[in-house]
């Protein structure tokens, strides 16, 4: 031990029970003979001390007082001395301080309970060492200023006016040391999933660890210790370094990080996985070719480089221009039909295979060439009957009665059907009008229509619209009636012309 020990009596434990039991009074004996210390007791004789004088009253009356005492330790039986303590445990050891704990004695004996002492004895040393110079009332007390390295035993005994009882004693010695932190390892976020490398790169993992003192780590590879040669481990005081400078296909696997503190210990494991380029397809065939399009057919290849394939990624080339082109990609079936061909090209094909680190180096591609030819079309007509479209006329919209105002232009309207076209013929009282510049006859589309110039009371009457073809005739007619005054007119030698009544005729 370093420095000096103190001990601190704890607030806590069975203290005002020993307190209660130290203000009684102790029990005088009344034929009680001592010699020497109160460990070694004689059987008692039957004498009795004289009553002091008058002038030893009036002396030193504190005195008198501890004498008497004294006496009475002196002469208190063996009966008197307390037991030993019970239970006594250690509660708590640190680096510098250590707190034990006790039960009060079964018997604390007659006379004034005093207290305990506790005591130390270092290991290979011959005496025995009071923590406290007094005894304390206490059931509890912490040891501090204890050194690392520290180890002795301990016991505790009652006291009391008539002595000090046997002690109980530790069962085991109390060494000191630094506290003990169990090992803990924390993984890094990124590294509790599988660890993906390629070939060449370097694989560096850093993983923090916990434990006071410093823990002992060590790696293993599959079950096994590392490889020297090949993995570096540098252990710190917080974290272990594993260090592949030029990751292999070999390196891949669980490795697992042991931490080790006396018969404690943590494990964490990390799964690395060192990929690179699968290799092309075995093989590759074309199967068919029909139209535009063009069967494939092609075999996994035999190394995946480490890692699941994505798929396969096909692409053509036209033999004019050697040019390749993507058709499909990350295609996981192993069989597969390319349409949309130009006619009258010759065309390769070929395959790569594709996993986490990219496409293979090579490819697989065809030995023949696909050549898509033009199909020859032979015509073979059907016999194409004639369909008769000469039909007679018929009028679809006939003429409707109309009524107009002296001199405002009208037009009379129908509609007609017929193959071959018709000849029309505009008639007014069953008379044709053909050639009169007071009337314009138009006929498009089926649609006939006649127009009435600046028309007078005298235009009124029976209107026919008349067609005619080869295979037949028919006619439509209606009554325009021109209403209104001025009905008559000025003849050309100056005299007034009168209308003439309408007789129904031309």
């Given at each position: 031990m370093t420095g000096e020990v103190t001990a601190e009596p704890s607030a806590d434990g069975p203290e005002e029970k020993a307190s209660e039991l130290a203000k009684a009074p102790p029990e005088p004996s009344e034929e009680v003979a001592a010699s020497g210390s109160p460990r070694e007791e004689?059987?008692?004789?039957?004498?009795?001390?004289?009553?002091?004088?008058e002038g030893d009253k009036r002396g030193a009356g504190g005195r008198g007082r501890q004498r008497e005492l004294t006496v009475a330790f002196i002469l208190s039986p063996l009966s008197d001395v307390p037991s030993a303590p019970l239970l006594l445990t250690l509660e708590d050891v640190s680096d510098s301080s250590m707190t034990v704990s006790w039960e009060p004695p079964e018997r604390l004996g007659r006379l004034g309970f005093q207290g305990y002492v506790l005591e130390l004895l270092r290991e290979g040393a011959l005496?025995?060492?009071?923590?406290n110079a007094r005894p304390m009332m206490v059931t509890q007390q912490t040891v501090r200023n204890l050194a690392l390295g520290d180890k002795f035993l301990l016991r505790v005994a009652a006291v009391s006016l008539a002595g000090a009882g046997p002690p109980a004693v530790l069962d085991q010695p109390v060494h000191i040391r630094e506290a003990i932190e169990p090992p803990k390892i924390r993984v890094p976020r990124h590294l509790r999933q599988t660890y993906i490398r390629q070939v060449g790169e370097t694989v560096n993992l850093?993983?923090?660890?916990?434990?006071?003192?410093?823990?002992?780590?060590?790696?293993?590879?599959?079950g096994h210790a590392v490889d020297s040669q090949r993995v570096s481990v540098r252990t710190g005081q917080q974290d272990s370094i594993l260090f592949i400078r030029s990751a292999q296909r070999s390196d891949s696997g669980c490795y697992e990080l042991t931490v080790r503190l006396e018969d404690q210990e943590a494990k964490a494991t990390v799964h690395i996985l060192v990929t690179e380029r699968p290799q092309p397809p075995s093989s590759i065939r074309l199967l068919d070719?029909?139209?535009?399009?063009?069967?494939?057919?092609?075999?996994?290849?035999?190394?995946?480089?480490?890692?699941e394939l994505l798929g396969y990624t096909v692409q053509k080339a036209d033999r004019k221009t050697g040019q390749w082109f993507t058709v499909l990609e990350r295609y996981h079936p192993t069989t597969c039909t390319i349409s949309d061909l130009i006619v009258g090209n010759s065309y390769s094909f070929r395959v790569f295979s594709e996993n986490l680190c990219g496409l293979s180096a090579s490819a697989a591609v065809t030995k023949e060439l696909a050549h898509i030819q033009k199909a020859v079309i032979t015509d073979k007509p059907k016999g194409f009957v004639e369909r008769d479209f000469l039909e007679a006329p018929s009028f679809t919209q006939p003429l409707a009665d109309h009524t107009t105002t002296p001199g405002y232009s009208t037009q009379l309207f129908c509609s007609v059907r017929a193959s071959p076209k018709p000849k029309i013929i505009w008639m007014k009282n069953k008379v044709a009008i053909e050639g009169n510049?007071?009337?314009?006859?138009?006929?498009?589309?089926?649609?006939?229509?006649?127009?009435?110039?600046?028309p007078s009371p005298f235009d009124s009457g029976v209107y026919t619209c008349k067609a005619t073809n080869a295979l037949g005739e028919a006619s439509v007619d209606c009554r325009l009636e021109v209403k209104g005054e001025g009905g008559g007119g000025l003849c050309t030698d100056g005299k007034q012309r009168l209308p003439l009544p309408w007789t129904g005729g031309g």
């Open positions: 004689q059987v008692p004789q039957a004498t009795k001390p004289a009553p002091p004088s005496e025995w060492v009071p923590v850093q993983i923090p660890f916990q434990g006071n003192p410093k823990p002992q780590a060590s790696w293993t590879h599959n070719v029909w139209g535009c399009n063009a069967a494939l057919q092609w075999t996994p290849p035999q190394d995946t480089g480490n890692a510049p007071k009337y314009r006859a138009l006929s498009e589309q089926g649609v006939c229509t006649l127009e009435i110039r600046k």
